[in-house]
């Protein structure tokens, strides 16, 4: 394979005897150039005086006497002179976006040399057609508008003033920008393109330092380049030379072929390269590999990399120039870097690694999202807390200090903080330049290099640094990515205070992250030694003989990119601006261009479908393989995934495990409740996870009221509420006024909540949805004193008592028990066992809503849907109040809340008998065949022979914390 630079070099060198000083090469990119010197050394064998190598931006800039300008200065210009044509008070906020339009517009015009008050004005007038058309219905206006995608009506006549206003002044605005560009000596890509053809044109494109220009592998031409080119060649000192060999790119059927023609006829070689079809015949070593995977089409080159050096297609590993990998997608560079075999040496990367995809951006990503969920809370700055934890976990803030950051995330899980103050959150010299709320660009362009300055400390990470840790230190790399955003907000910061003007917080990120996403950090090394990965655009006008192509998807290759504009499709082609089929005819032919003298070539796809991917193949391999019938090799690889059947998983009752379980027993130090027996019940293996071997779930900011938090703070209000009738009668008109005092309501309903939900120092006003909270509370609680009222008087004895007693199972054996019993009073000399419930009466088997089991054998029966589990939680509460109780009766009940606004709200538990319900009245009557059943379970629980399985009722598994573990 003889590359296409090499033979223009061999030529040119030969023609002119050695002697090309005084000739300037004009390429696509300084890559092509690089490659072009070493040619030119090859066929030289001996030093010479380098040929001037340029670019054809270069070139332009060298015949103009303007600077380039810097794009964001330029848009700040803009802004004041739309301020002074308009005389509009819009903020610069409002301004960025369509300001930013504007200049992408204003560059086109002057690339492609249009009139611009032609232009400007027929889109003025197109608007104003818009607007003629108002008497049309809204379905007029749709069916319209998807006809003429530029139709814009606008009814109101203010808003129609302002629209058209805007339209008028685009041509006032270009010149004034110009003007002012002009006075400073400097200017936009276009405006020094424009300068240099009306040069060209008038021919005043004199002192021309070169003896030849020679224009080389260039396709797309915009007519400022045509303009200069066309009077370069009427001069007798241009020669150009366009790669359009290759048949499929010859194809007129191509869009790679949309300029062919035109081109090779204007502007003619003055030498025949005598390049042939010699390549045809390599077009058939081309694979197609489709892979489920981003990473894993890096790591897929890798393997093709690995079988190329096998076969000996790449000679040397240390001189792998002949081999390229093209990274059409940028965020595959590292993933890449990290793949290639470590026999390959050295590494070539030129394309840069975008600063917006390095640590230090998605560091500042995670601060813009901080700032922009402040809060202030009575005039008080508070941070969101799901912001606040992510930016915990970013590396650089680990690095401050792991020990302070992980106790104040747990701290913030605890407490279920969900607004955090900033003195609960500056902990370190990192926090407290962070965490400070912002008003204006001018303070945050001084926070963030505040925060840069200090992350770029050596002594910062030196001084954290624990036992030497790799994690702990910054790499080189890392540190130029610090660099260089540092010097990024600085620019930003110095042009926003040469032109004095004012943005809010979230305008000012917004340009910061518009700059960052324009810098490319370059990778040092030897550009023409080693295996050389690049991106598309690296590729123009070079050739190598194994091609290794990543991300061949439609959208990535060719990219599925829309332009801002102003300007409509049909005035951009009646003016001859670039177009949609531009951009389809430029990446066309960077493909078939690229391939055509390849040996080997690789295309690698993605095959996923995950969101707005589709993981559909690139246009250019349907093309090949259905229009050039090529013959194509193709391969899908995937991932060899084999999903073994769930095992059952059981704990055997080892020593281990009965040591934890004798704990439980007399003399240990932990007892049973009714809700960890309830577990067991349920799911033996839960109880043990949860209550033998006490694992618990990571705590997580709960934003909203879950249900148990709900009923902690109903049962608080109730306990305070009652409090104070404790050991006394309870007369109806105390419950009435209780329940007519909004106010004493209200405060004990905000205790509650500071209590049970934001545990702070002192009780808040309840805000937004846990105010709404606070008033459901508030009905419930209002609607327990009526139905208590009904049952006036009685003796309230006391509320969430504490019971802790050793019950005796077998002759052996006695386990510990626990209970809070919600609430106990004594209604008509019957004790009444309270529990409260935040739920629905749940239904029987029979389908009704009713407190009712069948028989006692039911409360404990695993098997059983709808367990009546709350009836066995409170017949142990009563079990065990009966040892206490003196023989008294004792009236178990529960209070469903949700059930409290029933007609005939009913708290009673009923043993159906047949067709009949009856009502427990005295606990003592089931109180053996209770204790009976309940030594049953018991016993079962801690006899070694039985072990914790998993339960066979899947519905149990659907809220269970540990599902994950037993994958159902």
């Not at 030119?40 to 015949?63: M, N, R």
């Not at 089929?581 to 078939?592: K, N």
């Not at 393989?625 to 899908?636: A, C, D």
């Not at 009563?878 to 709200?905: Q, V």
């Amino acid at each position: 394979m003889t590359p296409f630079l090499y033979r223009i070099a061999e030529t040119y060198y030969k023609e002119n005897s050695g002697n090309l000083s005084d000739i300037a090469f004009v390429f696509p990119n300084r890559r092509a150039g690089v490659f072009f010197q070493k040619y030119i050394a090859q066929v030289a064998q001996k030093p010479i005086f380098s040929p001037p190598i340029l670019t054809i931006s270069d070139l332009f800039c060298q015949f103009s006497p303007y600077l380039q300008a810097d794009r964001t200065s330029m848009l700040f210009i803009l802004y004041q002179k739309f301020q002074a044509l308009s005389l509009s008070n819009e903020s610069f906020d409002d301004f960025v976006f369509w300001g930013d339009m504007l200049l992408n517009d204003f560059d086109d015009v002057d690339k492609y040399v249009a009139n611009p008050e032609q232009l400007f004005r027929n889109i003025k007038e197109l608007k104003e057609i818009d607007e003629l058309f108002d008497y049309l219905t809204p379905n007029q206006i749709d069916a319209i508008r998807q006809f003429w995608g530029n139709f814009i009506p606008i009814n109101e006549s203010r808003k129609k003033m302002e629209f058209l206003a805007i339209w008028e002044l685009l041509y006032p605005l270009y010149c004034a920008l110009r003007e002012e560009l002009q006075k400073k000596n400097i200017a936009y890509e276009g405006m020094i393109f424009r300068d240099v053809a009306e040069k060209a044109l008038s021919k005043k494109l004199d002192n021309i330092p070169y003896r030849r220009i020679v224009f080389i592998g260039l396709n797309v031409l915009s007519k400022s380049e045509e303009i200069v080119m066309s009077r370069l060649r009427d001069m007798g000192i241009a020669d150009f030379y366009w790669d359009y060999y290759s048949p499929l790119v010859r194809d007129k059927y191509n869009k790679a072929s949309f300029f062919l023609s035109e081109n090779r006829l204007k502007y003619p070689s003055q030498y025949d390269i005598f390049e042939t079809d010699e390549n045809t015949n390599n077009l058939s070593q081309i694979e197609i590999i489709g892979i489920p995977s981003a990473v894993g089409q890096a790591k897929q080159a890798c393997k093709i990399l690995s079988e190329l050096l096998k076969n000996k297609d790449i000679s040397n590993p240390e001189k792998a120039i002949n081999t390229a990998i093209i990274l059409p997608d940028e965020h595959l560079l590292l993933p890449m870097l990290y793949s290639v075999p470590k026999e390959i040496d050295p590494i070539n990367v030129t394309m840069g690694y975008t600063l917006s995809n390095t640590p230090v951006a998605g560091l500042m990503e995670e601060i813009f999202d901080l700032q922009k969920h402040l809060r202030l809370i009575s005039g008080q700055p508070y941070f969101y807390h799901r912001k606040v934890l992510s930016l915990l976990s970013h590396r650089y803030i680990m690095i401050s200090g792991e020990k302070i950051i992980l106790e104040l995330s747990n701290y913030i899980r605890k407490y279920n903080r969900v607004f955090i103050p900033v003195n609960d959150l500056a902990k370190n010299e990192l926090l407290k330049r962070i965490f400070i709320p912002l008003t204006n660009a001018q303070e945050a362009a001084d926070y963030l290099i505040s925060i840069l300055e200090y992350l770029q400390q050596e002594h910062f990470f030196a001084s954290k640094a624990n036992d030497e840790k790799e994690n702990n230190k910054l790499t080189p790399l890392e540190k130029e990515f610090l660099y260089h955003y540092y010097i990024t907000v600085n620019r930003l910061k110095e042009v926003m205070t040469e032109y004095k003007t004012g943005m809010n917080v979230s305008t000012f990120f917004r340009l910061l992250n518009k700059m960052v996403n324009n810098i490319a950090i370059p990778f040092r090394g030897e550009p023409l030694s080693g295996l050389q990965i690049m991106g598309v655009l690296e590729t123009r006008a070079l050739d190598f003989e194994n091609l290794i192509v990543l991300s061949m998807n439609e959208g990535i290759f060719p990219v599925k990119k829309v332009a801002n504009t102003f300007i409509p499709y049909n005035l951009r082609k009646g003016f001859g601006l670039s177009t949609s089929e531009h951009q389809d005819s430029i990446y066309a032919y960077y493909f078939y261009r690229m391939i055509y003298r390849a040996k080997k070539i690789f295309l690698i796809y993605d095959t996923r479908t995950e969101g707005t991917d589709i993981g559909e193949m690139s246009r250019y391999i349907y093309q090949m393989k259905y229009h050039y019938r090529l013959p194509l090799k193709e391969k899908l690889v995937t991932y060899d995934i084999s999903v073994n059947d769930i095992q059952p998983i059981y704990v055997i009752k080892t020593e281990s495990v009965k040591k934890r379980l004798d704990r439980f027993l007399s003399g240990g130090d932990r007892a049973l409740s009714a809700s960890a027996i309830n577990t067991y019940i349920n799911c033996p293996l839960q109880f043990y996870l949860q209550s033998v071997e006490r694992v618990t779930p990571d705590d997580d900011v709960s934003e909203n009221i879950e249900a148990s938090t709900f009923g902690s703070i109903y049962h608080r209000v109730m306990e305070c509420i009652y409090n104070r009738f404790k050991g006394n009668l309870v007369m109806g008109d105390a419950l009435e006024k209780i329940q007519k005092d909004d106010t004493f309501l209200t405060g004990l309903i905000e205790s509650a909540f500071n209590e049970c939900y934001y545990q702070k120092d002192e009780p808040q006003r309840l805000t937004g949805q846990n105010y709404l909270v606070g008033e459901i509370i508030r009905k419930y609680v209002k609607r327990t004193l009526s139905s208590d009222r009904k049952l006036t008087p009685f003796l309230y004895i006391e509320s969430e008592r504490l019971i802790e007693t050793e019950h005796s199972i077998s002759p052996n054996k006695t386990v510990r028990l626990k209970a809070f019993i919600d609430r106990v009073d004594e209604v008509k000399g019957k004790i009444r066992i309270i529990d409260y419930k935040s739920g629905a009466k749940p239904r029987s088997n029979s389908g009704s809503r009713e407190i009712v089991f069948r028989k006692i054998e039911d409360l404990f029966d695993k098997n059983l849907p709808n367990r009546p589990k709350a009836i066995m939680q409170v017949f142990m509460y009563a079990m065990m109040y009966s040892k206490i109780a003196n023989g008294k009766t004792l009236k178990p009940g529960i209070y469903y809340l949700r059930s409290l606004f029933e007609h005939n709200f009913d708290w009673e538990i009923k043993l159906k008998i047949d067709k009949t319900n009856k009502i427990i009245e005295d606990f003592h009557d089931i109180c053996s065949d209770f204790t009976n059943h309940f030594n049953q379970c018991l016993n079962e629980i801690f006899d070694e022979n039985i072990p914790f399985t998993q339960t066979n009722d899947l519905k149990t598994c659907e809220y269970c914390d540990f599902a994950s573990i037993c994958k159902r």
